[in-house]
């Protein structure tokens, strides 16, 4: 084989060495690996390339003067020069194409905050991908042995589930459990809260997750009976600046109960699906009632566990059915199923009920994202549009760079570097807007999404290539115009009509017209939606009613009814009742057997809501059938049930009314069915009214409803307070409004309104500034024209319908490519509410009219101004 | 002005193109070099030396024939110019000078 040096090397060695000396040090170094190419061709390959890069030394390397440039910089100097120029010769143009792209990526940004914050639940714990949940489903009897649907899980289940899976599988290393909050009352020297949020939890909380302990033994915080671990925030309420450690918190649960508190642990990160402040030991739990720990029936705990290194959950999974039959196979009346969830799904992924803290919604971020994408293609489409239909003006330019002998790539090399400095532009707006406008998503979106969260080394490559990409995908296919242009054409002077582009205009103004039509439909979609929740027929009244929360309290439930009759005496109160709950709050579910149709006995498990005599009317809820319980009848207590009409239909019961008198068992309660509610909606109107069982229990009240005057709410309220602090000296007045409460439940919905639209009007918005340059452009193509047709005698409305018409017929066409689209999402989004507006004509007519307005509004803006014009200065200059 | 001083690597790379006299070329001496020092010499290092003394008048250059060697590519012959050879001979002088005042003691 001839000797032949490496390809590499040599090209390299061309590249950078003086030509008056590369033929000799070419010759040199072939000439040495011809002489070491006998003894090892490879060795002399290797130190060919080798002595290369020796070679690369200041003697050699080509000097950096204009002719001999490695990089031919003063081109690009001039073609910076000519984009700058260019950018702020037209201003409008220029103005219009950064903040549309500037707007756009600021959203985009926005956006990808907050779904950056949403996917990042979670995520600080160290173990998460090895730590799963339980999911609990009691089932009736008909359905058990069957499988069960992912949505009939519920995550709030039983203790002993936990040690039971420790025990029979091998797989399973620890387990995790806690309660659902519980309300307690805490005094610390003269500091006396009711704590909502306090759970009892198992005491290897500090093992599993990665809450920081910042003080106490993260081991043995939570062995002892009697002990609480407290967030920062609670801890600081209490003791301020004192050590919270070893400090004693006496509590309402029984005589001279205490607390010591042996920790103190961080706030619970915002990105948490857990929402507790504060953690008690179960062994606490447990000295009160330790039988439930053995109820496999008994729902009141969370369950977590992490597997063995290795094991597979899917092999536990494998299992499931033999443990549930060995353990509840004997349940006559019902059955149950567990499933396992990662945790790390639990936040986006979950489906199933009773969660432990707040749950997002993967659907809004993907309807966010796509918002994000149509405002950014709205800028870009903007920018296409602009520089195609103003390709002419640079014709010119391209026809004398071509003459002088630009290459087609140096020629796009000019255009798309000019793009990208303009996207560059609207990048530094863009950053500008988010950091102006992240305090505005953090109360639209209520969480604490800063854009500090975009401080990360990633995001600066990221963001570049971004710009860069935005730049080329805006500017490509104008780039791909110019350059395409023929020099004898061009120079010759005849060249008018760019004639290219025009179909592709047509259709990116349409396809904007679509989304922004779309995104205004269902802007008018989740608006109507919110006002009809708020307006829906619940069922009872919420007007006027204040709550007054006194967390089971032995003393207040012992003397309900003299503390009724005390608050009644006030003039402004017009009725007053107890329940265990009010509508919105969590219910529980209980088996229930009713004697059906046919006289056999039928078990379901309906809702329960503990209420008492006074319940129902001070509600204003309807009786559908039967009488509410009174007074009249001292067997209400123990020996009645009253039931809604979903659960009647579900016992089978078409006509209410033949349900009365049925017998019933029901928590170690019988007696007969003595009347059916009409339905109410007690939950949120997500959800459909469910079978529902009204019992009265006075040991099991909670909560006052007081149903007061509308006027001089205020003064009503402290006298409340005062009467209460009376009565009850004990307990705080902890009051609020039903409705406020009530409509908290649609909380989310409205931040998804709020946040929604606000896009939405952005999208809109962008779009109607591209239409404006547009019409703004074409106007002034066509000043003279218009002088012509006014010096002939044209109206001013016949010109703006001159100029308007083209883009109304685009408008049309956008608005039959909308409707269907908005119609079909629109749908499947109202399909999250049992209670849902209808997606009538009426409300295309009016978003597409509205639509219709914006646009015409925007032409208008500049056909006006042509058609108003003097031709005199139109025309005289030729 | 450019310094005229000569460094060693540089003188040692002189003397070979003043012996070859005509006939020096980069690998020629490379290998003269190698023969002379019994070690491996890098042929850029000659190169860099024979430059920077081509830009400080000591040698000067002309290319040769086209031949069938060396893939095509002419060499480059190096000779000695007037300035070069007084160069070393000073050099040699200054040496010699230094080395004559040595006392005549043997060294242990």
Request: aromatic fraction near 14%; glycine fraction near 6%; charge should be neutral.
């Amino acid at each position: 084989m001839k000797p032949n040096p490496p390809k590499y090397a040599l090209n390299f060695l061309r590249w950078f060495c003086r030509e008056d000396y590369l033929e000799e040090l070419e010759g040199d170094l072939i000439e040495v690996l011809e002489m070491q190419w006998e003894t090892s061709p490879k060795k002399a390959r290797r130190n060919f390339g080798f002595q290369v890069i020796r070679h690369f030394h200041p003697e050699f390397i080509k000097p950096i003067t204009a002719e001999n440039k490695l990089i031919n910089s003063a081109m690009y100097l001039n073609h910076f020069k000519i984009a700058w120029r260019h950018i702020f010769s037209k201003k409008l143009y220029s103005f219009i194409n950064i903040t549309g792209l500037g707007v756009g990526m600021a959203c985009c940004l926005l956006i990808l905050l907050y779904v950056k914050y949403e996917l990042s639940y979670d995520q600080y714990h160290e173990d998460l991908d090895k730590i799963y949940r339980v999911t609990h489903a009691y089932k009736s009897l008909e359905e058990k042995g069957k499988p069960t649907a992912p949505e009939a899980f519920q995550v709030w289940g039983c203790a002993p589930v936990g040690p039971a899976m420790l025990k029979d599988f091998p797989e399973v290393k620890s387990f995790f459990r806690f309660t659902s909050p519980n309300n307690m009352l805490f005094e610390y020297e003269d500091k006396r809260f009711q704590e909502d949020n306090l759970v009892f939890a198992d005491s290897n909380a500090f093992e599993m997750f990665s809450w920081k302990l910042l003080a106490g033994n993260p081991e043995t915080v939570l062995d002892e009976p009697n002990t609480v671990v407290l967030t920062e925030k609670i801890a600081h309420k209490y003791f301020g600046s004192e050590d919270p450690i070893g400090k004693v918190i006496k509590v309402d649960l029984g005589e001279d109960a205490v607390f010591k508190v042996t920790g103190v642990m961080e706030n619970v990160p915002a990105n948490s699906h857990f929402a507790f402040e504060g953690l008690v030991s179960m062994s606490t739990f447990r000295r009160f009632r330790s039988e439930i720990f053995d109820w496999w029936g008994y729902v009141d705990f969370y369950t977590y566990f992490t597997l063995n290194e290795n094991a597979n959950i899917a092999s536990v999974e494998n299992k499931i059915p033999e443990f549930v039959e060995k353990y509840t196979g004997n349940w006559e009346n019902s059955g149950y199923d567990i499933a396992f969830e990662p945790m790390s799904d639990a936040y986006l992924h979950s489906v199933a009920g009773r969660q432990p803290g707040e749950t997002g919604s993967l659907q809004n971020l993907y309807i966010f994202s796509s918002i994000a994408i149509f405002i950014l293609l709205i800028a870009c489409i903007n920018f296409i549009n602009l520089s195609t239909s103003r390709s002419l003006e640079r014709a010119k330019e391209v026809g004398i760079r071509k003459v002088v002998g630009a290459h087609r790539q140096i020629l796009m090399g000019q255009f798309l570097s000019e793009f990208i400095l303009l996207s560059f532009f609207a990048a530094v707006l863009a950053l500008l807007l988010v950091v102006l406008f992240s305090p505005i998503l953090q109360d639209l979106t209520g969480k604490p999404i800063s854009y500090q969260n975009l401080l990360e080394w990633e995001t600066f490559p990221s963001l570049f290539a971004g710009v860069v990409i935005i730049g080329i995908l805006a500017g490509g296919y104008p780039a791909i115009l110019l350059v395409n242009f023929q020099p004898a054409k061009v120079l010759k002077g005849a060249f008018k009509s760019t004639g290219g582009g025009v179909a592709l205009r047509k259709g990116l103004v349409i396809f904007q017209f679509s989304l922004s039509i779309a995104l205004m439909v269902g802007t008018a979609v989740v608006f109507s939606q919110l006002q009809y929740l708020r307006n829906h027929d619940l069922g009872f009244d919420q007007e006027q009613m204040v709550i007054v929360d006194f967390g089971w309290d032995g003393k207040v439930q012992e003397q309900i009814e003299s503390i009724k009759n005390t608050i009644l005496d006030h003039p402004n109160v017009f009725s007053i009742a107890a329940s265990r709950a009010v509508p919105g709050n969590f219910l529980p579910n209980a088996g229930t057997n009713i004697e059906g149709p046919d006289g056999e006995m039928v078990s379901f498990g309906p809702t329960i809501y503990e209420i008492d005599q006074d319940f129902i009317s001070n509600y204003k809820i309807e009786m559908a059938a039967g009488r509410a319980f009174s007074r009249d009848f001292p067997n209400d207590t123990s020996q009645s049930l009253i039931l809604n009409e979903s659960a009647a239909k579900m016992w089978g019961y078409n006509n209410p009314e033949d349900m009365i008198g049925k017998r019933f068992e029901q928590w170690g309660k019988s007696g007969i069915v003595i009347g059916v509610v009409k339905n109410f909606n007690y939950q949120s109107l997500h959800k459909k009214v469910e079978p529902l069982s009204l019992r009265y229990e006075p040991y099991s009240m909670r909560k006052f409803s007081i149903r007061i005057k509308s006027d001089n709410i205020p003064a009503t309220i402290s006298d409340l307070e005062k009467t209460w602090g009376e009565l009850v000296p004990h307990r705080p007045f902890l009051y609020s409004f039903l409705d406020e409460t009530f409509d908290k439940q649609y909380k989310a919905d409205m931040r998804f309104g709020q946040l929604f639209s606000v896009f939405s009007g952005i999208a809109i918005l962008i779009a109607c500034l591209g239409l404006f340059g547009l019409t703004a452009y074409t106007t002034s193509q066509r000043t003279k024209e218009i002088g012509v047709r006014k010096v002939l005698g044209a109206s001013v409305s016949s010109i703006v319908t001159l100029l308007s018409a083209g883009f109304i017929k685009l408008f049309f066409v956008a608005l039959l490519i909308s409707i269907p689209l908005s119609w079909y999402v629109m749908n499947r989004w109202l399909e999250g509410f049992a209670y849902r507006v209808g997606v009538g004509y009426e409300l295309f007519i009016i978003s597409g009219a509205i639509a219709l307005l914006i646009a015409l509004f925007t032409i208008s803006w500049q056909s006006l101004k042509a058609a108003f014009a003097n031709p005199v200065n139109s025309l005289r200059s030729e | 002005m450019k310094s005229v001083s000569l460094g060693e690597f540089e003188e040692l790379v002189l003397l070979i193109v003043a012996a070859q006299h005509d006939q020096s070329y980069g690998v020629s001496i490379l290998e003269g070099l190698e023969e002379q020092l019994e070690r491996k010499v890098s042929i850029s290092a000659v190169h860099v030396a024979l430059k920077r003394m081509d830009e400080k008048g000591f040698v000067k250059s002309r290319f040769g024939g086209i031949t069938k060697d060396r893939g095509g590519r002419r060499k480059k012959f190096y000779v000695i110019t007037a300035l070069g050879k007084s160069m070393l001979d000073q050099q040699y002088a200054l040496r010699t000078r230094i080395y004559q005042q040595i006392p005549k003691i043997s060294f242990t």
